[in-house]
């Protein structure tokens, strides 16, 4: 049994058989990425769903990019409001650095920008989901009621200038596998709310300014860099692929809608039809072909997306083309006879002998694929630099290309002696020429609408213009 006395009324009190004192908290603050699940179309009586959201804890995050901070609290209720009531108070958010490895200074707070100036903190209210919004000012996600107790928060880990940009990218390359970490400060804007932060209560009656989280060993949040130099972790890979299927909804639809190399024609061994070894075998290729920068690898990714059929076959469909059995096969769809020697001349692989040693072996097909890109675009050996032909569509030939050639030459089984000229895919991504590309891997106009959505999806998946460090 508990007894209240009234401050202003001591001689009132009153007894209570059961008395719970509220206390607001602040039970967690973390980095996040958002995670939606998509709703269902109306069938019959059955009404139509809409999206849901919820927010995965990440401990690793880009320069750069946007990112969510998410704070969970309980019973962060405005002090002038009934204990029952819907309305939230509000919290403010600083970043800070754990050590020296970013800014050069440990506990510094964080410059970042909100798209306009730069900020050192920010405030929101509890249960506001404006940060879910769409570019409309709508939010889409049927289920935002089950954040009234959840501030969301949306950040880019990027500050204001490109001077400041350039001197953090250069420290954390700096620090090799010693990533800075950030951590998140949380303070209430009431002072006259008593809050306990974390899992463990204030000692009763102390009041606290602010809680730090993000800050113990297995809850630490490293700042990377971009792709650029650096392998491409697996989840992300998934995450790049789903986002390129999303694109078009005759794609993304049906029990494979995110699988790989689903389709029949397509004989890899099932266990390489993963995610983990297709990121493998992406990140070798990069590296042996120097795939090495974000623009390369987009440029790369949106030829081969385009090329597999959205990487759901490594085998052209139509085997009973006039030029069969050289049909098109691997990431590149390596296609005619005479490439196929090329490419067994490169590599050792017997497609001649077996011709679906590219299709069906997933190291041959991402090989091919990054060996045609830095060395198996056909050309002639009369000049020492390739310009397009008279012949080639205005929109190759308006951006005036010029690429020096290089000229390969190797000694066939039958003693002589083939030479062909050839330019490196790589330099023309690096001038960000996806139609000259297009032009040069289909040899036609075929899918270049697709495979230029396809590169401008991925520079918004890579967040390129805010996160790349090579971007100018």
């Known amino acids: 049994m508990g007894r209240v006395w009234f401050t202003d009324h001591p001689h009132i009190s009153a007894t209570f058989e059961d008395l719970t004192i509220v206390t607001p908290r602040i039970n967690n603050a973390y980095f996040a990425q958002k995670v939606v699940t998509a709703g269902s179309p109306a069938q019959g009586d059955t009404a139509a769903t809409a999206p849901t959201v919820a927010f995965n804890e990440i401990h690793q995050g880009i320069l750069g990019r946007d990112i969510y901070i998410i704070v969970e609290t309980e019973n962060f209720i405005p002090l002038n409001q009934n204990i029952l009531s819907t309305e939230r108070a509000s919290l403010t958010v600083t970043l800070k650095t754990a050590d020296c490895n970013l800014t050069?200074?440990?506990?510094?707070?964080?410059?970042?920008?909100d798209g306009t100036a730069a900020i050192d903190s920010i405030t929101v209210q509890v249960g506001d989901t404006t940060a879910l919004n769409d570019s409309n000012g709508d939010?889409?996600?049927?289920?935002?009621?089950?954040f009234i107790d959840t501030a969301i928060i949306k950040v880019s880990l990027r500050p204001d200038t490109r001077a400041v940009f350039d001197a953090w990218a250069e420290n954390i390359s700096?620090?090799?596998?010693?990533?800075?970490?950030?951590?998140?400060?949380?303070a209430h804007e009431d002072e006259n709310m008593i809050v306990a932060y974390g899992p463990e209560?204030?000692?009763?009656g102390v009041w606290v300014a602010s809680g730090r989280f993000m800050n113990t060993d297995g809850h630490r949040f490293?700042?990377?860099?971009?792709?650029?130099?650096?392998?491409?972790?697996?989840?992300?890979?998934?995450?790049?692929?789903?986002?390129?299927?999303?694109?078009?909804?005759?794609?993304?639809?049906g029990s494979n809608k995110e699988n790989l190399f689903f389709r029949e024609n397509?004989?890899?061994?099932?266990?390489?039809?993963?995610?983990a070894r297709f990121t493998e075998e992406l990140n070798n290729t990069f590296n042996k072909y120097d795939i090495n920068t974000c623009l390369r690898k987009m440029h790369f990714l949106a030829q081969v997306y385009h090329e597999t059929d959205r990487l759901r076959t490594t085998k052209e469909y139509n085997e009973?083309?006039?030029?069969?059995?050289?049909?098109?096969?691997?990431?590149?769809?390596?296609?005619?006879?005479?490439?196929?020697?090329?490419?067994?001349?490169?590599?050792?692989?017997?497609?001649?002998?077996?011709?679906?040693?590219?299709?069906?072996?997933?190291?041959?097909?991402?090989?091919?694929?990054?060996w045609y890109w830095k060395q198996g675009v056909v050309l002639n050996t009369n000049s020492s630099d390739w310009t397009p032909p008279s012949s080639a569509p205005s929109y190759v030939t308006s951006l005036n290309p010029s690429y020096s050639k290089n000229i390969i030459m190797y000694e066939k089984e039958d003693g002589a002696t083939a030479s062909y000229g050839t330019i490196d895919l790589n330099l023309i991504a690096d001038d960000d020429y996806v139609d000259v590309i297009s032009w040069l891997v289909n040899g036609g106009g075929n899918g270049l609408l697709e495979r230029q959505n396809y590169l401008s999806e991925l520079k918004e998946i890579f967040e390129y213009e805010n996160s790349c460090k090579n971007y100018e």
């Open 104 to 113: 050069g200074t440990a506990e510094q707070t964080l410059q970042i920008t």
């Open 222 to 253: 490293k700042l990377q860099l971009c792709y650029c130099g650096r392998d491409i972790p697996e989840q992300e890979v998934k995450d790049i692929i789903i986002a390129l299927r999303k694109l078009e909804s005759s794609v993304y639809q």
């Open 201 to 204: 209560e204030n000692p009763q």
């Open 139 to 146: 939010c889409p996600y049927g289920n935002v009621d089950e």
């Open 320 to 370: 009973n083309a006039f030029y069969a059995p050289w049909i098109g096969r691997g990431l590149m769809q390596l296609t005619w006879e005479s490439n196929y020697e090329n490419y067994k001349a490169y590599s050792s692989v017997d497609c001649i002998t077996d011709s679906e040693l590219i299709a069906n072996n997933i190291t041959n097909a991402f090989d091919s694929g990054g």
């Open 266 to 275: 397509c004989e890899i061994p099932s266990n390489d039809k993963t995610f």
């Open 174 to 186: 700096n620090a090799g596998q010693d990533l800075p970490a950030i951590e998140i400060e949380i």
